[in-house]
């Protein structure tokens, strides 16, 4: 039976970054494409960043039982949804994923799969120093919204707190301050654990 890799970690724990260099040294492992409510932007396609769905497919995929897992995100522009469908996409009778994604939805992959089937990596680096990163990032942006930076900072306080953590059953934490050390640490983990099958 396949697994699924969970790469999860606060705002700019590096934790898109890791996910994409990991797709590149691990090709073996598949991606899914996940669902969203919010309108494409100018020069996405639908099926390569997200599927694009409007709120009537979300709630016939729901009737089905096929959301996996969903998050609602109150925005300036309404609720955008994003959610993880059982459409076909994860065929854990042939192969090994990786995921990125919240503690919440990995618990829902859990319940849905069972915690046998994931293999959580948590991505944490110290709080000054990930400001400080969050910070640089949002300064190259053409419009900084340093107040969206500082609001994501402080929840992610919440939601990845130390038990909140531990109620997930989450015990490995891997330290991105140096990206390459880091990479090396969850590349070995991933390579051990998927062999365990
Ligand atoms: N080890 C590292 N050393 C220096 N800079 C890093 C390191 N890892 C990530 N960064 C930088 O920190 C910033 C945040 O990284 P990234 O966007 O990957 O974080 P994230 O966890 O996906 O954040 P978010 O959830 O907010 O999108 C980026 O500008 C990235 O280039």
Known sequence: MGKICYIMGKSSSGKDTIFKKLEERM??????????????????????????????KLKAMEDKGYVIEIRAYNTKHG??????ADDGQIDLDRYNYIIIGTLESYEAMCRYFGRERLIPVYIEVEDGLRLKRALQR??????????????????DQVDFSDENLKKAGIK?????????????????????????N
Not at 28 to 48: D, S
Not at 142 to 155: D, G, I, N
Request: aromatic fraction near 14%; charged fraction near 35%; include cysteine.
């Open 27 to 56: 090709p073996e492992l598949k991606t899914v494409t996940l669902y969203t409510t919010r309108p494409a932007r100018a020069g996405e396609t639908n099926g390569i960043e997200y599927y694009f769905v409007d709120e009537g």
């Open 79 to 84: 609720v955008w949804k994003y959610f993880t």
């Open 138 to 155: 949002e300064r190259r942006q053409s419009e900084p919204k340093y107040s969206e930076m500082c609001r994501r900072f402080l929840a």
């Open 172 to 196: 490995r934490r891997f330290r991105n301050h140096k990206m390459e050390e880091c990479l090396q640490d969850v590349q070995a983990y991933l390579g051990k654990k998927l062999r365990e």
